[in-house]
C-alpha cells in the first residue's frame, strides 16, 4: 500500500505532464493499472490494462523466459522478466495468472488473489473499454 501511494503521486504528475497521445497514454493506463491493483482494485486495474491496449509480441517471449526462470528456481530473474512482459501486455490474462503463482510462492496470499481477479476479468471480457 505505501508503494501505490507513491505510485499515485508519481502517476497523477505523469498525467498533468504528458500529453494525450496514443503511447503516453499506453504508459499512463499501465501505470494507473497498476496502482488500482496494489489498492486491491481488480477490476478497475482489469479496465486500465485493456485501455492500455498495448501489443507487442516480445512481451510473449518474456511471459515465457519468467516461467523457464522459475521452473529453473530463480525467482528473481522470474519477477524481472514478468514485469518486463506486463509493460508490454498488461492485458494478457496467462501473464496475470502466473504472477499470481509467483506472488503464491512467495507467500503473498492476497496479492496472488488481486492478480488471479484480474486475469479472471480479463479472461471474462467483463471490463469495458472507456
Known amino acids: 500500500v505505501d508503494l501505490a501511494a507513491g505510485m499515485e503521486w508519481f502517476v497523477a504528475g505523469f498525467e498533468r505532464a ?8 499506453q504508459v499512463t ?7 488500482y491493483q496494489a489498492h486491491g482494485e481488480a477490476r478497475n486495474a ?12 516480445i512481451g510473449g ?6 516461467r523457464g526462470f522459475g521452473a529453473r528456481h530463480e525467482p528473481d530473474k522470474a519477477w524481472r522478466d514478468a514485469l518486463i512482459s506486463k509493460s508490454m501486455q498488461p492485458q494478457d490474462p496467462e501473464l496475470h495468472r502466473w504472477m499470481a503463482l509467483l506472488l503464491e510462492q512467495s507467500g503473498m496470499q492476497a ?12 479472461t ?3 471490463v469495458g473499454r472507456k
Open 124 to 126: 471474462a471480457k467483463t
Open 29 to 35: 493506463d499501465t501505470l494507473r493499472g497498476c496502482v
Open 61 to 66: 517471449e518474456y511471459l515465457r523466459t519468467s
Open 18 to 25: 504528458t500529453s494525450p497521445t496514443r503511447p503516453m497514454q
Open 111 to 122: 496479492e496472488s488473489r488481486v492478480e488471479t481477479s484480474i486475469a479472471d476479468a480479463l
Open 46 to 57: 482489469a479496465q486500465a490494462y485493456v485501455r492500455a491496449n498495448t501489443f507487442f509480441p
